[in-house]
Every structure is written in structure tokens, then in C-alpha cells.
């Protein structure tokens, strides 16, 4: 094992001394409730004279993405981190930089959208992002954090797609927890040397990105993006293989807590999955035969691998941070539900039963009888193979 | 090396990026044009304001005199025919009153 060190760090500053250890060519960031200890300890780390990253305080979020897409196109190895509105004022260019292959890692700190103005956690800005064409990890504390964004910078490079590293907002991101923080030159050592294939800044061989693209070839191009993320689940388990056999923290696509035998299974994004696992691991004592299953990548959706991995279980509940809004009649199920219902669909599975469960909208806290109520709920419809509500919400007062 | 416009998406270059300089000259946009601009050669004075106006560079130029217009590449905007300082009375192919460079309508030429 290399050396490392055990540290009492909250998530925003586990990912800013990752970010310090990944040395980025350029950082371009805009400082936003509660992504702000990133940039700020970052920008100390830059003032320090710690990291020799080109650091550019940019006037807005888009500005940011705007400036990571030119660093990018540049040849550099690019990094900013958002939240929130900060994500939904990027929204045009976080489509440039998957559009363009740009390696960028985006530290994302989620919280909840406006309006009513709210700083806390849910997963409405992340999600909102879904389609955009990135990678999406999400992670369920400050270790897992750094951990994701260390194996995210690989994970670019290698597919040339950008990659956005997700912890829930003042919950893992203000949280202090034990991180093992490994010594600077494994992390260089583990991310290597990044080398672009091509760079705005080779004058000898000009090139020009993001040019007038129209019928005859937008589609191709198009096309040429989903062939990059049908190439990434593979790329994501050989880089958590190789950072677990480096670290001892081997990293999949999910995880899977009490599902060898499991009837039940709450699925359930981020720091919930703490919470879900301690209720799963009572009932499991008294020998109900209920799992956990905790995506770690949503983008691309693990479709195949979740199908089968829940092609056993008989009812399923779905945790969901956020709302598709108008979605299922305009019952607004969340999208995790929405991804695992069309993945058990699309493999023919017409046995497992699905509810969603609407949980922690603007940082409404999930406690543990919530999700004993799932539980209980699921024991019914694993009995009797009927959802009678398909979309319920949790914790909220009616 | 010109694009291979049947190029599918496994030979299509990545996200479109162009690897040689200058080929906006093989995509042809005098096509988009409905209005075509049409000069008087012999009132002509070459004071060059076209030149220097054109947005696309169609104005053709050969020993610091006009000669015409790059018909491949004018959009029709109508620019130089609002810029031209040169008055005339009656235009060689017009007929009309008013500048050396008039704007004809594109239908009307086969």
C-alpha cells in the first residue's frame, strides 16, 4: 500500500487537496454556496504557490466552462467545480465541452435549484445536467469524493469526455469525516502525464474546434458521442480496479450491501445511501431479505448491469432527490427511477415491481424511520406484486 | 485534403474539428443568396469601399481593379450595393438610376 494519510476533512476540502495533488494545468471556477470551500481552499492552495495551475476567477459559471473548454482545446488538463444555479448558468457550454470530447473534471456540490432560493442539498442541478453527454459519478462522503475525482481525471483522458464528481451538499460537503489521503506522488504517479492528441496551441498543425457543423455531419458527430459513452462503463471499472489494487478502495459501478439473496432492494444516490444502509442492516438482523443497491455512476446509465443485478428482486424502491417535472402523468417520479424503470423494461424483466420515493428536496433531511416506512411498503408489494402508488413522497408534512 | 462529405461517423473527424487551415473556401454559400449584386464596370472608379465592406470576401480584385464577384461565396447581403459611393444614371444591366453596384433579383438570372 502507499503511504497516506488519515485526515478530519469535510468533502469540499477533500476534493480541494485532491485538486491540489491533481495540479491542474487551469482551473476556472466561480465560487457558489456550498461548492465555496473547493475554490477557496484551491485558490489558497494557488496563492500558497502549493499547485502551479493557471487559476482564473471568472465572472460567472459560464464564463467558467467557457474558459475550461479554451484550456482544454489548449492541450491543458482543466478542472472547475460548481453547484446549483452555477450549473443551471453553465447549462450551454457543459453541452460544448462533452460535444467537443474535453477531458474536463467538474467537481459538483449538489444543491437544489430555485425557486423558493435554497442553499441546500438535492440532486435538481445534477440532474437537470443528465443529458448533457458527461460522465456522472456520485459519491456518498468526503472519501469517495476524493477518491472519484482522483480516478475522474483518468477516466477523461482516457474516453475524452468530461466527467462531473457529484457529494451532496453541506451533508458531505460541510460534513468532516475520516479521509484517507493518499501521499502527492501516488496521486501523480496515478493520473500520469496527459498528452493531447491534438492542441489549439500546435501552430504547426492548425486546427479549428467547434466549427459550423450542419445536416450533412452534426448527426455524425452526435453519433460519435454515444459510441464514447457506450465505451465508458468498461473504462470506469478498469480505473476503480486499478485504484482499489493502488488504494485497498476498489470502485464499480454500484454497490451492492445485503442483494446475494435480497427480495427487496432500496436504490438510493450519494449520503441517503448511509442512512439506507444502517436501516438495511437492522432489518437484515431481524432476517428480512432486503439490500441496498447504491449506483455510483449514473452517466452513462449502468442499464444492463442493473437490470440483472435486480433481476431477482421482487420489489424495488427507488430513492429519488429530485423530480422529473411532468414526467408519469406529472406524478414527477425522480430519474433514477425513471433510468431503472425503462433498464428493467428494455431487459424484458416484467416481474420485479418499482416505487419512487421523492426524498429531501432543498435539503429536507432523510432519517431512518423513512426509510423503514420503503421497507415496510415493499414487504407489501413483494407480497402481493401490486404498486398502488407509484410515486409517494418521504418526510413530506401533508 | 478536402472533407469526405460521405465520410460516416467512424471516419467523420472528432466533434468536426477541421485540421487545415482556410477550407471555409470549399463550402459553397453563394447558394443562400436571393438578391445578387451586379456592378457597372465602366463607372467603376476601383475606390475599393466593396472591398473593404465585403463581409466574405467576395469582391475579386486583379491589378487594384474590380472585376467582379466570387458568386460561389456571396451571400447576397447587400452591403456593398449600400456602401458604393459611385453614383450613375442609367446602370449597363439594370437600366436604373442609382449605384454602380445594384442588387438584381437572383431568379431572374438562368
Redesign the interface.
Known amino acids: 500500500m502507499p503511504k497516506s494519510k488519515i485526515r478530519a476533512l469535510d468533502g469540499a476540502h477533500a476534493v480541494a487537496e485532491a485538486m491540489r495533488q491533481i495540479n491542474p494545468d487551469v482551473v476556472a471556477a466561480y465560487p457558489i454556496t456550498p461548492q465555496t470551500a473547493i475554490v477557496q481552499t484551491f485558490s489558497n492552495f494557488v496563492a500558497d504557490g502549493l499547485v502551479d495551475t493557471e487559476f482564473v476567477a471568472v465572472e460567472s459559471e459560464h464564463a467558467a466552462m467557457s474558459t475550461c473548454i479554451g484550456a482544454s482545446t489548449a492541450g491543458g488538463r482543466v478542472m472547475t467545480a460548481t453547484a446549483s444555479a452555477g450549473l443551471a448558468l453553465m447549462w450551454e457550454v457543459v453541452y460544448v465541452a462533452a460535444?467537443?470530447?474535453l477531458p474536463i473534471v467538474m467537481p459538483v456540490v449538489n444543491r437544489a435549484l430555485s425557486a423558493p432560493l435554497n442553499i441546500h442539498c438535492d440532486h435538481s442541478d445534477s440532474m437537470g445536467t443528465r443529458d448533457a453527454g458527461w460522465i456522472q459519478l456520485y459519491s456518498e462522503n468526503p472519501q469517495e469524493a476524493y477518491d472519484n475525482v482522483i480516478q475522474a481525471v483518468r477516466i477523461a483522458e482516457r474516453l475524452?469526455l468530461p466527467v462531473m464528481v457529484m457529494q451532496d451538499g453541506f451533508i458531505t460537503g460541510h460534513g468532516v469525516e475520516r479521509v484517507d489521503v493518499l501521499d502527492d506522488g501516488t496521486v501523480k504517479g496515478f493520473i500520469g502525464e496527459y498528452k493531447p492528441e491534438?492542441s489549439l496551441l500546435d501552430v504547426d498543425?492548425?486546427?479549428?474546434?467547434?466549427?459550423?457543423?450542419m445536416y450533412?455531419?452534426?448527426?455524425?458527430?452526435k453519433?460519435?458521442q454515444t459510441?464514447a459513452l457506450c465505451k465508458a462503463l468498461p473504462a470506469i471499472v478498469e480505473v476503480g480496479e486499478e485504484y482499489g489494487e493502488l488504494t485497498g478502495r476498489k470502485y464499480g459501478i454500484f454497490e451492492a450491501y445485503g442483494m446475494d439473496d435480497a427480495e427487496m432492494a432500496i436504490v438510493v444516490l450519494s449520503s441517503s445511501a448511509g442512512t439506507a444502509r444502517m436501516v438495511v442492516r437492522g432489518l437484515r438482523e431481524k432476517g428480512v431479505k432486503i439490500g441496498l443497491f447504491k449506483p455510483r455512476v449514473f452517466r452513462p446509465f449502468p442499464a444492463k448491469e442493473f437490470a440483472e443485478a435486480l433481476a431477482d428482486v421482487k420489489a424495488v424502491g427507488v430513492l429519488d432527490r429530485s423530480i422529473v417535472f411532468g414526467a408519469m402523468d406529472g406524478l414527477g417520479p425522480g430519474p433514477l427511477y425513471l433510468e431503472l424503470c425503462a433498464a428493467l423494461f428494455a431487459a424484458g424483466n416484467t416481474t420485479t415491481r418499482v416505487a419512487d420515493y421523492v426524498f429531501g428536496l432543498g435539503g429536507r433531511d432523510i432519517i431512518p424511520a423513512y426509510v423503514e416506512q420503503v421497507a415496510q411498503d415493499l414487504a407489501e408489494i413483494a407480497e402481493t406484486g401490486e404498486v398502488k402508488t407509484p410515486v409517494s413522497y418521504l418526510g413530506l408534512r401533508e | 485534403m478536402a472533407v469526405n462529405l460521405e465520410a460516416g461517423w467512424r471516419e467523420a473527424s472528432i466533434a468536426g474539428t477541421i485540421f487545415e487551415a482556410g477550407n471555409s473556401i470549399e463550402y459553397i454559400t453563394g447558394t443562400w443568396r436571393t438578391l445578387r449584386p451586379v456592378y457597372d464596370a465602366e463607372a467603376c472608379t476601383h475606390c475599393m469601399i466593396c472591398w473593404v465592406y465585403c463581409p466574405d470576401s467576395t469582391i475579386l480584385v486583379e491589378n487594384s481593379k474590380v472585376i467582379g464577384f466570387d458568386y460561389d461565396h456571396c451571400k447576397g447581403c447587400g452591403i456593398c450595393a449600400v456602401e458604393c459611393p459611385v453614383k450613375v444614371k442609367a446602370h449597363a444591366y439594370t437600366g436604373q438610376p442609382g449605384k454602380v453596384i445594384q442588387m438584381v433579383e437572383e431568379t431572374s438570372f438562368e
Request: aromatic letters at 22%; proline letters at 4%.
Open positions: 460535444s467537443l470530447h475524452l491534438h498543425n492548425p486546427a479549428t474546434y467547434g466549427a459550423w457543423d450533412d455531419f452534426y448527426f455524425e458527430h453519433r460519435q459510441d
